[in-house]
C-alpha cells in the first residue's frame, strides 16, 4: 500500500499538521455535509414519489418495513460498522499497511456473517414479526423478503466503515450520494408499475446500490495481500464486537427512549400532540444532525489516531468543538427565530403548536454540539463500559425529567426534558473526560463559546418575554451579527495560503472560501 494511503494527516510533521487540521475539518464538514445535503433532496423526492403512488396507507407500509429493517441492521449489526471505524483507523494510525489490511479483512468477514445472521433470524421470525406489527400473517412473505435488505445493508456499512476509518471523506461522500440517489431512480418504477407490492423490493433495492457503490468505492483502498488465521480473526473480531456491543446498546437505547416519550405524549396528550412533537422532533434535529454527522466522519478516526497523546486528544476535541459551534450557532438561531415558517413550509399551519417545543429542542441541540465532541474521547479510546453507561445515565435523565415535566408542562415539557438531559449529560461527560485526559477548553473556546451560546439562550428567552414582532427583531438582528462573527472566524481557521493539491475537494472549497473572503472584505461595491 502507498505510505499515503495508511498513514492519517495526524502523522505529518507537527507543525504542518497544527496548521492543516482546521482546513481538514472544514473539508470533511463540506464533503459530507454537500452530500447529505444531496440526499435528502433526494429522499424527499423518493416520499413525494412514494406519497404520490401509494397513498397515506403506502406510505405507512414502507415506514413500517423500513423501521423492521432498521431494527433488524441494529441488533444483528452489533455496533461493528462503528466499531470498524475505530480498528481501523487505529491500525492506520501506526502506519503498518499489513495491519491495516489484516483489519480490514477480519471487519468483511464480521459484516459477511452479521449480515447472514441478520439474513437467517428476519425468515425464522417473519411470521412472529408481521403478527407483532401489522396483527396478520399476510405480510410475512415481504418480511422475508426484506432479509436481503439487510444482508446488504451490513455488508455495505462495513466498507463505508474502511473508507471512514482511512479519512477518505470525499469517496465516503460519493458513495452515500450516488447510492441514494440510484436506489431512489431504481426504486420509484418499482413502486410505480407494482404499487404496495414494490415497496419491499424498492428498499431491497435501494440497499442494493448502496452495496454496489460501497463495493465500487472500497475497491479502490490499496491493501497488500495478507493470510488472516483463524485466530487473527478470533482477536480481532472480539475488540470490534466488545466495542460494537456498546455502540448497539446506545443505538437501542436512542430508539427506545424516543419511542417511550412518543408514547408518554400519546397517552397523556393524545395522537394530535405526538405528531405535533414529531413534527418538532423531525425539523429540529435536520440542521444539526447534518453538521454532527458531516464533522464525525473525519473527527472520530482522526481521534482515535491521536488515541495515545492527552495533549493531541484535547488539541482536536477543542478544535472540533470550536468549528461545531461556529457551523452550528447560525443555523439554531435561524430555527429558534423562523420556526413557525418552518413549520407552516414543512408541514402546514396546523402544526402551529409545535412552536415552542420546536424552541426547547434547539436548546438540547446546542448543548448536544457542545457535549457531542467530548463524548468521542471515551470512544477513542474504547472505554466501551463508560460509553455504555453514560448513554445510560442519559438515557433515565431523559425518561425521567419527560415523564415529569409532560404532566406538569404539556407538550412543552418533552422539549424541556430533552435539554434538561443534555445539559446533565454534559456534565457528566465533562467530569469523564477531565478524569481520562485533563481535558478543558480551550483559550479560543473559552472567548467564543459563552458568547455564542448566550445568543441562542437570548434569542430563546426573548420569545418568552417580548411580544412577537419585536423578539423575531431581535432575533434577527442577533442571526446577522452572530452569521458574520461565525463566517469570520471560519474564514480565520483557514490559512488563504493552506496547502493542499486540490484532492478530494480541497480546491472547490478553497475557491468558496477565497469568494466568501472577497465579499467580506468588499460586501457592497460602491460606484468607480
Known sequence: MPTESVVPAEQAPEGKAAANSYGDILRSSALIGGSQVLSIAVSIVRTKAMALLLGPAGVGLFGLYGSILDLAQAVAGMGVNNSGVRQIAEAAGTGDARRV???VAVLRRTSIILGLLAFSLMIVLARPISWFTFDSAAYTSGISLLSL??????VS????????????IGDLARMNFLGALSGTVISIPLVYFLREDGVVPSLIAIAGMTILTSWWYSRKVDLPPVKVSLDDVYMESQALLKLGAAFMASGLMLMGSSY???AMVAKELGLVSAGLYQSAWAIGGLYVGIILQAMGSDFYPRLTAAAGSDDDMNRLVNEQTRVGLLLGTPGILATLIFTPLVLSVFYSSRFGP??????WICLGLTLRVLNWPMGYIILARARQNLFFWSELFWTGVYLALAKTCIGAFGLSGAGMAFAGAYCLHGILVYALVRKETG???SPANRRSAPLLLASILGVFLGFQI?????????GAI????????????LLALFPEDASGDGADGQQPLRKLLKRARGLMRNPTPGPR
Open 466 to 474: 417580548l411580544p412577537f414582532a419585536a423578539s423575531v427583531a431581535v
Open 439 to 441: 481535558y478543558s477548553w
Open 101 to 103: 489490511a489484516r483489519t
Open 157 to 168: 456499512a462495513g466498507q463505508g466503515a474502511l473508507l471512514q476509518g482511512m479519512r477518505r
Open 354 to 359: 409545535a412552536v415552542d417545543v420546536l424552541r
Open 260 to 262: 417511550a416519550v412518543r
Open 149 to 154: 435488505a439487510a444482508l446488504f445493508r451490513l
Open 478 to 489: 442577533v442571526l446577522i451579527a452572530v452569521s458574520v462573527y461565525s463566517l469570520r472566524q
